[in-house]
């Protein structure tokens, strides 16, 4: 008798535990059973889909395009009731943004589409254009005065200019680049070169703007200035000790105008108080407050009616949480969120310093501007008199940073692994298509499996 053949009767031998839980070469997994198994397989998708070497493009590029189309919307609604109170169409204030939201557009798609080596060699022509314009707005003559800050060029009609807009941009390619240069050479340890000559032209660009007396736009310039020097690595010390500098000098100047104390004394008010000094701060929680989940509707606004300042520009997200509620102001916040994720994962997933440092940069201006904003109008903040990125009427403010975006679009095709999937989704020819073989200028013919027509 063979020694492996069992006799009859005899129990089969034994699995020891070990054998029992080793899965066999070949054998599928047993389905996952349980409330909580749909639940797993929704996350697995969803991480296998935000892993994706193109999600932080269609990121960008969906939440910048969707934000600029909200703003449209909202600044239509929010605008027409001042339009018509100026003498002017219901729709003119929305013309302008809408104009100004295809110039930016043109600028965003010439932005992502040009090389990382051609926006490196435009910081500086920017930094000094952007220079030379902030100081023709301390001219006499030249320079418009608007609600008490001089800081317009009149271009002719009813356009206007805003150079320390463009500022912001203008910092932020010109220190990228600054920083890339002396971090090749390994200078970047040297706190002399890490601070020179970035801080001195950061505040030569704040000194200007503080002239015009908006110190809003300061604010954002000393904000892209500590995120450019956190990136470039500056030492603790060094970078709390230029926080604490900046932070006596805000100080200083509210303290010394009684304009910008009032302003202080207005966070978390709900009583516009003596002489209707937090007027604007109140109505704009008013507003928030009668949304409720889903607003009144859409143009149905109440405080647009004269009772908001600044409705359609500093506080058009008061007009958008009341005529859409919460659920509007929810996804307002989610798609900020979204474009400021997608920013950090670009400037964190590059091997380029530049497009680190320019990526890291528009991330902290588009972010910190929108939490400056939406803070005052909440309430947690003072009015710094900041529009909303993309959203709050302005041409000055609307095209730079559409500009910006196009950086971000630009640099997240960049990235090795999404400039491959974008290469494997062209086609080799322009008269090749998916499952289409074009024969002729006549007919297509459809290809199948066995090459049969």
């Known amino acids: 008798m063979p020694a492996k053949q069992m006799l009859p009767g005899r129990r089969p031998p034994a699995v020891r535990a070990q054998d029992r839980k080793r899965p066999v070469a070949g054998a599928k997994r047993p389905a996952e059973r349980g409330p909580l198994a749909g ?29 600029t189309v909200l703003g449209l919307v909202m600044v239509y609604s929010a605008s027409m009731i001042k339009a018509l109170q100026l003498g002017l169409g219901d ?31 435009l910081s500086y022509p920017v930094l000094a254009g952007t220079l030379f314009l902030m100081v023709l707005v301390q001219i006499p003559g030249i320079g418009v005065a608007i609600n008490g800050n001089q800081n317009w060029i009149s271009l002719g009609g009813p356009f206007m200019l805003q150079p320390s ?48 007396g908006d110190m809003g736009t300061a604010m954002i310039l000393g904000a892209i200035l500590f995120g450019l020097l956190w990136l470039a690595g500056a030492p603790t010390r060094l970078f709390v000790g230029v926080l604490v500098f900046a932070g006596a000098i805000v100080a200083l100047l509210i303290k010394t105008s009684p304009h910008r104390m ?115 109008v909440l309430g947690l903040l003072p009015i710094a008199g900041v529009p909303l990125p993309l959203f709050s009427y302005g041409g000055s403010a609307l095209l730079p940073t559409m500009f910006a975006v196009g950086l971000l679009i630009a640099f997240a095709r960049e990235e090795p692994a999404a400039r491959a999937a974008l290469a494997m989704r062209q086609p080799k020819s322009g008269w090749r298509r998916t499952g289409v073989r074009w024969k002729s200028m006549r007919r297509r013919v459809k290809k199948r499996p066995s090459g049969e027509r």
């Not at 639940?39 to 935000?50: E, F, G, V």
């Not at 932020?172 to 801080?199: E, F, T, Y």
């Open 165 to 212: 807009e463009f500022g912001k941009l203008a910092l932020i390619l010109w220190g990228a680049d600054l920083l890339a240069r002396k971090g090749d050479k390994g200078l970047l340890s040297q706190w002399k070169h890490l601070l020179v000559p970035l801080v001195p032209v950061a505040f030569l660009l704040l000194g200007l703007i503080m002239l015009g």
């Open 39 to 67: 639940i797993r397989r929704t996350q697995r998708k969803l991480r296998k889909a935000w892993d994706r070497p193109l999600t932080a493009y269609y990121l960008i590029f969906g939440s910048s395009l969707l934000i």
């Open 91 to 121: 729709a003119y204030f929305f013309k302008k943004q809408f104009l100004a939201a295809l110039i930016g557009t043109g600028l965003m798609l010439v932005a992502s589409r040009m090389p990382v080596k051609l926006h490196r060699a």
């Open 262 to 376: 009032d302003r202080l004394e207005c966070i978390g008010a709900t009583d516009p108080g003596k002489n209707d000094l937090c007027w604007q701060a109140v109505h704009g929680i008013y507003a928030l407050a009668s949304g409720g989940w889903f607003g009144s509707g859409l143009g149905a606004s109440v405080e647009k009616w004269g009772q908001l300042p600044e409705a359609h520009t500093d506080f058009i997200f008061a007009i958008t949480g009341e005529e859409l509620g919460l659920a509007g102001t929810l996804s307002v916040l989610a798609l900020f969120a979204a474009l400021g994720y997608a920013g950090i994962r670009v400037a964190g997933r590059t091997e380029d310093s530049f497009v680190r440092f320019a990526a890291g940069g528009v991330t902290t201006w588009i972010t910190a501007q929108a939490v400056i904003n939406i803070g005052a």
